[in-house]
């Protein structure tokens, strides 16, 4: 929706970390929305020419100060990525403009403040203990048996499974906490920070987009995950829209994921929440495992087409300006397949690209880490090779084409 002739269009604050996927797709939606976008970020971005003032999502007060003394007016203020969802929130309030509480946007950065308001508002979630950063061994084997084995040890900050291990006994959890301690320290995350013990949940996995509009969550894409991870690491892989898990059971998923949000304090804009489907008194019962306030990460969004003609970004954009959001349909099965690290070392090449792009149902293939770069996979990495897209007219068939793609490609890391 572009502004009237004769009005300016409505200016836009993004705030963009320097490292993310999301930059270029929200440019682009941007674009078509015709809005006057100013950017925010802590590095240097190819940002087409827009405005760009320099913010630090670690220097909350001095950032929004800057962005003040702009002297411009905004009409919304959004956060592209998780580092500036909060510096999002305070310049919002700064400057007088609908958004989510800065309380509840540092709620949802945290794993264990989700837990305990989960737990005292009796969501459905994993059982869980909370480990301080100086608790012995004994204390963390003795919240390991209490969540129980096999059970999930967690970084409280970081994101898209990084720092996450499963343990099946109490020594894998000891060792699973000192190195989830290392890659914290690797990421500079301060030494006082607590680990997550959970419960091990098996069964189903999905995630869940949608964007909250006055506390009622709009879905925008449920996709499931064939390839749920079992552990050690949690990598993803395969993700597929629309679901095809029973009606009843994606109604009581989207609720759930509706009331944790909810929860947190969260009123407004994009949310993408992970469950899992597990059976209890005999019942598929789904149970949250984490919550963003921001919509899916990656380039996952680009798997979604709908029949609306709007990218997932320009729903969120627009949802921002208070524009209404009507429910999406997605015109067909679509899917991702994320690409993750299969060892440490230097990257030298991503073979057989074409061969892979060829595949019928391959709709696009982006690799996103340049050769030359040391990568690393998870739980210490934070970064996936790439992303191959498809669509097609059934879920099996989007599946077939997305491992036929992979099968072509040859990752070669010295």
Not at 93 to 114: H, S
Request: contains cysteine; neutral net charge.
């Amino acid at each position: 929706m572009r502004a009237a002739a004769g009005t300016a269009p409505p200016r836009v604050l993004l705030l963009v970390p320097a490292r993310t996927y999301r930059a270029a797709d929200f440019l682009i939606a941007a674009g078509q929305l015709d809005l006057d976008l100013v950017i925010g970020s802590d590095g240097a971005l190819p940002v087409g020419g827009h405005s760009v003032v320099h913010v630090s999502p670690s220097n909350l007060d001095a950032s929004a100060d800057r962005i003040i003394a702009l002297g411009m007016s905004f009409d919304a203020v959004v956060a592209a990525d998780t580092p500036m969802l909060v510096l999002a929130a305070v310049v919002a309030a700064r400057l007088g403009l609908p958004g989510n509480p800065v309380e509840a946007m540092a709620a949802a950065t945290d794993k264990a403040v989700q837990r305990h308001r989960w737990a005292a508002a009796d969501v459905a979630q994993p059982a869980f203990r909370i480990v301080p950063p100086a608790a012995a061994e004994d204390s963390l084997r003795q919240a390991a048996a209490q969540a129980g084995f096999p059970c999930v040890v967690k970084a409280v900050s970081l994101s898209a499974s990084q720092g996450v291990l499963r343990a099946d006994d109490p020594a894998a959890a000891v060792a699973a906490a000192q190195r989830i301690r290392q890659i914290l320290a690797a990421a500079g995350r301060p030494g006082d920070e607590p680990l997550l013990v959970e419960e091990y949940l098996a069964g189903p996995e999905l995630s869940i987009d949608g964007l909250l509009c006055d506390g009622d969550l709009v879905v925008t894409a449920i996709f499931d995950k064939p390839e749920t991870p079992e552990g050690p690491t949690f990598e993803e892989t395969l993700l597929i829209t629309p679901s095809r898990l029973p009606g009843p059971v994606l109604a009581a998923a989207v609720a759930t994921a509706g009331r944790a949000a909810r929860e947190l304090g969260l009123t407004c804009g994009p949310i993408h929440a992970e469950l899992r489907i597990g059976q209890r008194a005999g019942l598929a019962r789904p149970a949250m495992l984490e919550l963003a306030a921001r919509s899916i990460g990656g380039l996952c969004s680009r798997a979604l087409r709908f029949t609306a003609g709007m990218s997932l970004e320009e729903m969120v954009l627009a949802s921002a300006l208070g524009r209404p959001i009507t429910t999406p349909r997605p015109s067909k099965p679509s899917g991702v397949l994320m690409l993750p690290v299969p060892r440490h070392g230097v990257l030298r090449a991503v073979e057989g690209r074409g061969e892979a792009a060829a595949v019928l149902g391959i709709t696009g293939l982006n690799i996103t880490i340049p050769p030359g770069q040391s990568v690393h996979p998870l739980p210490e990495g934070d970064r996936y090779l790439g992303f191959i897209f498809a669509e097609a007219d059934t879920h099996a068939a989007v599946e077939q084409a997305l491992r036929a793609a992979r099968r072509r490609l040859r990752v070669v890391i010295d």
